[in-house]
């Protein structure tokens, strides 16, 4: 069983940290591709980072760029997001999602992911 279990949201202040997790299980880790999207009240769901399965490559949306940092650990099949500098409009629910792929045009488009985890809360006040 496929299994994508996210950890590590809470609240914050504006300007702090969090780390979140994704611990996958059910498939194989090197051969997928994994990114985190987030969805906030009343919004669409917008693709945040991606991590190639084979080589590593990272990519980031323009909003996070420079705050937040994605990296695996292959040894655990987790993926890590360490984010940074938070503001509230970082504030959402955040979700780990697994596909065979390599980075296109079309990897912010939630709907291509095959595996979703749960989610988790991440609030940031001002």
């Known amino acids: 069983e496929v299994q994508l279990v996210e950890s590590g949201g809470g609240l914050v202040q504006a300007g702090g940290s969090l780390r979140l997790s994704c611990a996958t299980s059910?498939?194989?880790?090197?051969?997928?591709?994994i990114a985190w999207f987030r969805q906030a009240p009343g919004k669409q769901r917008e693709g945040v980072s991606f991590?190639?399965?084979?080589?590593?490559?990272?990519y980031y949306a323009d909003s996070v760029q420079g705050r937040f940092t994605i990296s695996s650990d292959n040894a655990k099949d987790t993926v890590y997001l360490q984010m940074n500098s938070l503001k509230p409009e970082d504030t959402a629910v955040y979700y780990c999602?697994?596909?065979?792929?390599?980075?296109?045009?079309?990897?912010?488009?939630?709907?291509?992911?095959?595996?979703w985890g749960q989610g988790t809360q991440v609030t940031v006040a001002s």
């Open positions: 991590i190639s399965g084979d080589d590593g490559s990272t």
């Open positions: 059910g498939f194989d880790f090197d051969d997928y591709a």
């Open positions: 999602a697994a596909d065979i792929r390599n980075w296109d045009e079309n990897s912010w488009f939630w709907a291509d992911y095959d595996y």
